[in-house]
């Protein structure tokens, strides 16, 4: 199910906010998880069935290093191995095996074989990667000793499936909401604080990210057709702020929601398009993330206590990795690689990077530029695509858009409102929390607006599902 | 152990959730905006959920090639999927009042504001909206289907014609070809597709108006609204005096305008607000000219004349009942112009085949001197298959008397080949169960005819409980009547052009009652008369080689050709059959590879002229074989 569909808004929620408030205290994760159940099954039911199985897999394991550990058999690393192994193998499987045998043909064709057998394509399950690394999480924790076993199974799926942040995140580590999931209180503050949050987020997505993409859509379908720099910059712009808007749009209404439910969840965005350095830009855009593999794969690896070279190479790999968690293809590879460039580039040179020593607003410029560098090789279907774009962006390109491609006057409405909520706005968690009764009677405008837009256009889903 | 913090959320962590502050409520203004917020959030959810829920609208009537494809959306519908659930989101959708309503006010305010068009839109110039897929082909198909149209067409004009009515076709041409100066630069709205109906239509004989060249006489004005798709008040003039020439011939009179500047009206100004539970797309052009027609305009009536003669009847969609603008000026236009009173059985939606069947079936006993069906191009150069179904009308008809044609009677000058083995519609008491349909099946390529209506499948019972649908399938085409109580013979000719190698006729349940259909006979005729069988005899073999028979036969004209082959073995054979002309020209009447080497043809000869021999072209058949040849004639009534 979709945030911003009708079914979500005018049946599922309506539907589960009236239940949930009915429901009693002891059984109020129980419903959580059913509901969830239901979102997540509205896509296909079958797939309810994968995450059971991934939830009861690190419920029992986490429990197993616990045992082990009581019982003085060590502390209990062949269970977090066991985790490691199904886990990455789900993921694995239903996340790169296609791209794996895709590539396998493309190297059995390229030495001389027909590379023509049969395969059937597996199908990725939405939000996998999201649940896959929040199972992880609680496992690895529980092993660090950073978080206590979850007792009743009930909590721990209503953990994994909580279905405000399940397909796209913010991906929430269990030690996040412990409490919370054990006893967490339903205020007014609350919930006008997740009304907001969710009235913002939907504003985001449809009233900006769905109007400025048709731009960005067009841009890239014309790269090697004719598209000239001017439309491959201002398609580049379009696609940042669609991505921007409709990600960070999806994890307000989530942070939303969570409010709703009595959750506090972690914040995900917090202005990403004004840092001041790539560095800077990663602790703001898709937090969890970041901190997620910070915390698990780049430490992990050794992190900077191993010498420059050895960071340089962990912050390589550690973007890479991250790369290849967004999609099964060589653009996400190639722009993850991009990534880790440049923040090993800024860590090699300190603060002395050319535009470091530069005034603020050029350096927010030169490193929103270089994220939009970023942005063509995440958006592109293929690096021939991408490598067109660069092309047409460097005047390599055609003559210029057909008419008919040009942005409209509600596109170029996005792109200005766009631009102005990027750089001169707060963040909408700092929106959130300080409600300014203007700001907040403006709000419900949006939302009325927002809410006849969605009717006016069928549902389009969020960017994110597809990672 | 790791805890969480609530910091600011200002400070970037990753692990930072969000923090609720103290002072959310702390002023009045703070509290107000609250309050607001909150009943506003729950009023527009909660409020939609709850008006959807309990007054849903209507959803939308799908016709032709939609309603087709949102039925196999229904039927391979899957809880395990998720493809049921992407229903239950359509159904949910389509039936929202509130989105209806909210849309009414908002697509417009979209367009006029931003000049903004849906997806499936494409804005011209000069403000003009054009359907995307009203541009694109329908398929590989498209020719086959116009022609099957046209062939259909034909075959009901002379039902007609033998009744003493005549048929007028009126093709209206797309919107996006009339105004193609206003399509995008390079937008090509493949104007041929529609000059292909009128072209198909006339050589199969058919009365049709040429509303094309008509429009493009006029081009330069606006002919079309600027978004919608139906033609505007100077359209429907334009269109309404060229239907009447067409009808009432020097005799039309080109009817007098009167014109004024529209002003809003208290509907308008609901429809802009939404109230308007019909609303459309978008509101009118506004400002527009209004049209009226001047003087005393001939009666239009929705409903036929209890007694007495009937008047023109016309029959047609939301062009001929558009609910944009002045719903009968179309009508008036050409009441006005022939100088008769109309009967008007089109609507706006509808598709004009069933409605006209409708109408005829109001006035059984009785035909209008003047049928006229408007059909939109767009149905048929646009669309995946033609949308037409014929059976309906021609069930609504009193048939022609037609000749019995016996299965397997070597003694009949023309005769069919038994049913296959397995066939089940026999006559008796048929229950009709969901899961079982009855057929009848002539083998396949052992009988292969031309589908220009001169065979006919007749059908004599009575359906004595719920309904039955009878289906005339020629395996690439479907013709489907629905066949209730009250009903004591079905004839149903098979049409669509083209040479059909299978015919099944199938009797299934319609709708979920039970169903019981007493059949008492099931035969095919010919809507001709078959003349002397004549031997074929061995000929002067072709130039490839290939074995020649030839049929020397009374030169006259005739509407079809039996032949029913005898060539010795299984093996299927490819065969052609050619006339010989009497003024010596040779045309083609069939070509067909692997058919059954006892085959039954039935042919159309395609030609007025009279022939003088038939000559039947094998791959095979070395020894000397009785193959027979049968002109079939008009039957004169």
């Known amino acids: 199910m979709v945030f911003s569909s009708s079914i979500f808004l005018y049946a599922f929620l309506p539907a589960f906010l009236l239940l949930y408030a009915l429901t009693p205290r002891v059984l109020k994760a129980a419903a959580i998880t059913l509901a969830s159940f239901v979102f997540y099954g509205w896509w296909r039911p079958d797939f309810v069935l994968l995450m059971l199985f991934s939830s009861a897999v690190d419920y029992w394991l986490a429990r197993a290093i616990v045992a082990d550990r009581a019982a003085g058999r060590g502390r209990g690393k062949r269970w977090l191995v066991t985790s490691m192994v199904v886990n990455l193998g789900l993921l694995g499987w239903f996340k790169y095996a296609n791209f794996g045998v895709e590539t396998f043909r493309a190297l059995l064709r390229a030495c001389g074989f027909a590379g023509d057998f049969a395969w059937v394509d597996v199908v990725l399950p939405v939000g996998i990667s999201f649940y896959t690394f929040q199972t992880m999480s609680y496992t690895i924790d529980v092993y660090r000793d950073r978080a206590h076993t979850v007792s009743r199974f009930v909590d721990f799926l209503c953990y994994v499936s909580m279905f405000p942040q399940l397909v796209a995140g913010p991906i929430v580590r269990y030690a996040v909401v412990e409490e919370e999931l054990r006893s967490r209180t339903r205020t007014w503050a609350k919930c006008y604080q997740g009304i907001l949050l969710l009235q913002i987020g939907l504003a985001k997505k449809v009233l900006l990210a769905d109007l400025v993409a048709p731009v960005a859509d067009g841009a890239f379908a014309a790269a090697g057709f004719g598209l000239d720099a001017a439309g491959a910059w201002l398609g580049i712009v379009a696609y940042a702020l669609q991505i921007y808007f409709d990600f960070s749009g999806y994890s307000d209404m989530a942070i939303g929601l969570g409010l709703l439910l009595g959750f506090h969840f972690p914040i995900n965005f917090d202005r990403p398009y004004a840092a001041q350095s790539i560095t800077e830009f990663w602790r703001r855009w898709h937090m969890t993330l970041s901190s997620f593999l910070r915390d698990y794969l780049y430490i992990a690896l050794g992190g900077n206590r191993l010498g420059p070279v050895r960071t340089y190479v962990n912050l390589m790999a550690t973007m890479l990795l991250g790369g290849l968690w967004h999609g099964a293809a060589w653009t996400f590879v190639a722009w993850g690689a991009y990534q880790g460039f440049w923040l090993v580039v800024e860590r090699f040179a300190g603060g002395r990077t050319c535009y470091a020593s530069a005034p603020v607003p050029v350096r927010i410029a030169c490193t929103f530029v270089l994220a939009l560098g970023g942005w063509v090789l995440f958006r592109a279907h293929g690096m021939g695509e991408a490598g067109a774009f660069f092309a047409a962006m460097f005047g390599g390109g055609g003559a210029g858009l057909p008419a008919e491609s040009a942005p409209d006057l509600l596109a170029w409405t996005g792109l200005v409102v766009g631009g102005f909520v990027v750089w001169g706005t707060p963040s909408s968690q700092r929106l959130a929390s300080r409600a300014a009764p203007a700001f907040v009677l403006l709000l419900q405008g949006l939302f009325a607006l927002a809410l006849l837009h969605l009717h006016y256009q069928d549902d389009v889903p969020f960017l994110y599902f597809q990672f | ?637």
């Open chain 2, 1 to 637: 152990m790791h805890t969480a913090t609530r910091s600011d959320p200002r400070q970037p962590g990753g692990n930072d959730v969000i923090a609720t502050p103290a002072t959310l409520f702390a002023t009045r203004a703070q509290r107000f905006a609250a309050a607001t917020a909150i009943a506003w959030f729950a009023l527009l959810l909660f409020g939609t959920a709850l008006v959807d829920a309990v007054a849903p609208v209507p959803r939308p009537e799908l016709i032709g090639a939609e309603a087709a494809t949102a039925e196999r959306a229904r039927a391979a519908a899957r809880f395990a999927d998720g493809t049921l659930a992407r229903q239950v989101e359509l159904v949910q959708r389509e039936s929202s009042r509130v989105r209806r309503y909210a849309l009414a006010a908002y697509v417009p305010l979209l367009y006029r504001a931003f000049g903004v068009v849906r997806d499936t839109q494409l804005l011209g110039s000069d403000g003009f909206v054009f359907l995307r897929n009203r541009l694109a082909p329908g398929g590989r198909d498209q020719g086959e289907h116009v022609r099957a149209f046209a062939s259909s067409c034909a075959t009901l004009a002379r039902w007609l014609d033998r009744l003493g009515s005549r048929l007028v076709v009126v093709p209206i041409p797309r919107k996006e070809v009339v105004m193609h100066d206003r399509l995008p630069a390079g937008v090509d709205p493949g104007r041929e597709r529609d000059v292909m109906v009128y072209d198909q239509l006339r050589r199969a004989g058919v009365d049709v108006v040429d509303l094309l060249a008509a429009f493009e006489a006029h081009i330069g004005e606006p002919l079309f609204g600027r978004a919608d798709t139906h033609w505007s008040q100077t359209g429907m003039v334009v269109a309404g005096a060229a239907v009447a020439r067409q009808v009432a011939g020097a005799a039309a009179r080109a009817p007098a305008l009167v014109t004024a500047i529209a002003h809003t009206e208290p509907w308008q100004l609901a429809y802009a607000l939404g109230l308007d539970p019909s609303a459309a797309t978008f509101l009118p052009d506004r400002p527009s000219v209004v049209c009226a027609v001047q003087g005393p305009v001939p009666p239009i009536a929705p409903r036929p004349p209890a007694d007495g003669a009937l008047p023109v009847l016309l029959t047609g969609t939301s062009f001929s009942a558009n609910h944009i603008g002045d719903p009968t000026l179309f009508v008036e236009a050409l009441a006005a112009g022939i100088g008769q009173p109309v009967w008007s059985a089109a609507r706006a939606g509808g598709n004009p085949f069933p409605l006209l069947a409708a109408a005829l079936e109001r006035v059984v006993g009785r035909c209008p001197p003047v049928v006229v069906v408007e059909v939109p191009n767009h149905m048929l150069v646009s669309a995946s298959a033609s949308p037409h179904d014929f059976a309906g009308v021609f069930a609504a008809l009193p048939p022609p008397a037609g000749t019995v044609l016996p299965h397997g009677d070597a003694a009949a000058p023309f005769d069919l080949p038994p049913l296959a083995r397995g066939s089940t519609l026999l006559p008796g008491r048929l229950e009709l169960r969901p899961t079982k349909a009855h057929f009848a099946r002539l083998p396949w390529d052992g009988f292969v005819c031309s589908r220009d209506g001169t065979l006919l499948v007749e059908l004599r019972g009575r359906v004595v409980a719920g309904a039955a649908a009878v289906v005339v399938d020629t395996g690439d085409r479907q013709s489907t009547f629905v066949w209730r109580a009250g009903r004591e013979r079905v004839v149903i000719p098979v049409v669509g052009g083209g040479t059909a190698r299978r015919l099944d006729v199938v009797v299934r349940r319609h709708g979920s009652e039970p169903a019981v259909l007493e059949l008492g006979s099931l035969q095919f005729a010919a809507d001709a008369e078959p003349g002397p069988a004549v031997a074929a005899q061995r000929s002067a073999p072709a130039a490839d080689g290939a074995v020649v028979y030839r049929a020397d036969v009374a030169a006259a004209p005739a509407v079809g050709i039996g032949v029913r082959l005898a060539v010795p073995g299984t093996t299927r054979i490819d065969v052609r059959i050619d006339l010989e002309l009497a003024d010596g020209r040779t045309v083609a009447a069939l070509v067909a590879n692997a058919v059954q080497p006892k085959a039954h043809l039935l042919v159309a000869a395609g030609t007025d002229e009279p022939i003088r021999a038939v000559r039947i072209v094998t791959g095979g058949a070395e020894p000397r074989v009785p193959h027979r040849v049968v002109l079939l004639h008009r039957r004169r009534e």
